[in-house]
């Protein structure tokens, strides 16, 4: 039992890190904003400095071909070394920046360099994750192993909620703008020193070693996800279309809807958030453990099927201006989303052989995510502003689940089967 919670720990902590930063940045964007992009002109310096924040999903299709590749040739355990510490170090180098008062135009260069060496970072961080502990996981715990993967990213958006939360409340605002934005990126030393410490100190998963033993180990292992695997591939990326979209959309996008669209305060609405992403974090286990029981193509094809037919009388549900409606709502769609979240790392990991696992997952699995994960929010705001109907976001998450049933639809089950 001390061998498999090392392993999970291992697998988790960088995920943690990884959506900390995510959400610390945004949280932060107004601040880092006016420090690195001085502007006359306030909302000038905030697109700036979001548009720095995308630049790190441009590179996450590329850190997923390089850890793809590293993972599949040279092991797991290896790319996610290397993966923890570039994420500590850059996560950790943004917060010792020189300001643009301090250096001038040098100061945003930098911090969009560090940015790139992030998006890089996690392009390939929770895939191999996911890989190394799927392959660690007994027989039969395939589902609640993996799910752990997606239990870090959200423990880790709840951590970065906390610690906004706690500084923004305990500094005042000179403070907060003079050094207090930094101490939130300094996290990232403590997590990366314990994530180095246990991913060194792990064992290499039993599949890859076996691969090496056999002296099986794909020499081109990107190449030939297109050539042996791919629709195995197209499986993936339509599955994770919805889960990019899902997720920006719900956990990300809704909290300024309610905002800005129904008029709720901030603090309300946040709070909504917080409520919502609690009760996927519990239900992500639970999901996951009942995916080996009853396997995942039943929870799959529900779940996307709920999310097609139920998405737009929720959004006109949350839309309605009451606050207990909206919480209401999001939950249902935290409960919903769950399911699907909970056990797709596991069915992605279980459709790809060995060989060329970790590349097919994370290029299948990143690709959806740079193109349609960072631009749903926008997307979504861009249709109500358009339409003036606020239920409309929901046609754009209706067409990213529509997608994901039909190749649920073509899923082989795979709970009960060994690994390939």
Do not use: C
Request: proline residues 5%.
């Amino acid at each position: 039992m001390k061998k498999h919670s090392k392993t999970l720990f291992a697998g988790m902590v960088g995920n943690v890190l990884e959506w900390y930063d995510f959400v610390v940045y945004g949280f932060l964007a107004v601040i880092i904003g006016e420090l690195f992009f001085p502007s006359d002109d306030p909302m000038l310096s905030l697109l700036k400095s979001l548009g720095v924040f995308a630049v790190g999903f441009v590179m996450r299709p590329v850190g997923a071909i390089l850890f793809g590749h590293i993972g599949d040739r040279y092991g797991r355990k290896k790319a996610l070394t290397i993966s923890i510490v570039m994420m500590a170090v850059s996560t950790t180098a943004i917060g010792l920046l020189p300001t643009y008062a301090q250096i001038g135009i040098l100061a945003p260069t930098l911090l969009v360099i560090l940015k790139l060496f992030q998006g890089l970072s996690v392009g390939g961080e929770y895939t191999t994750s996911v890989s190394f502990i799927v392959e660690h996981a007994p027989e039969g715990k395939r589902g609640l192993f993996g799910s752990v993967g997606i239990l870090g990213a959200v423990v880790g958006i709840l951590l970065g909620s906390a610690s906004g939360a706690v500084i923004t409340k305990v500094l005042p605002e000179d403070q907060l703008y003079a050094w207090g934005w930094r101490v939130l990126f300094f996290t990232g030393i403590l997590l990366g020193l314990i994530g180095y410490y246990v991913r060194k100190n792990i064992d290499e998963t039993p599949k890859f070693i076996e691969l090496e033993y056999e002296e099986l180990i794909d020499k081109q292992p990107v190449f030939d996800v297109f050539r042996k695997a791919f629709k195995e591939f197209l499986k993936t990326f339509s599955l994770s279309t919805f889960q990019a979209v899902g997720f920006y959309t719900i956990f990300v996008y809704i909290a300024n809807h309610l905002t800005v669209f129904v008029k709720m305060p901030k603090s309300t609405a946040l709070t909504i958030n917080t409520i919502s992403m609690v009760v996927l974090a519990v239900l992500i286990p639970f999901f996951g453990w009942l995916s080996d029981k009853i396997g995942r193509k039943p929870i799959i094809l529900f779940s996307t099927g709920f999310t097609v037919l139920a998405s737009y009388p929720l959004f006109r549900f949350i839309s309605s201006g009451s606050v207990e409606n909206a919480l209401i709502g999001q939950i249902i769609f935290a409960v919903v989303v769950a399911g699907f979240m909970s056990i797709l790392p596991t069915t992605l990991v279980e459709i790809f052989p060995t060989q060329i696992r970790n590349s097919g997952y994370s290029i299948g699995y990143n690709l959806p995510f740079a193109i349609f994960g960072g631009t749903a929010p926008l997307i979504a705001t861009y249709l109500v502003k358009t339409t003036n109907n606020p239920g409309s976001p929901a046609f754009y998450l209706i067409a990213a689940a529509a997608v994901a049933f039909i190749a649920g639809l073509t899923l082989k089950e795979t709970a009960k089967e060994p690994l390939k």
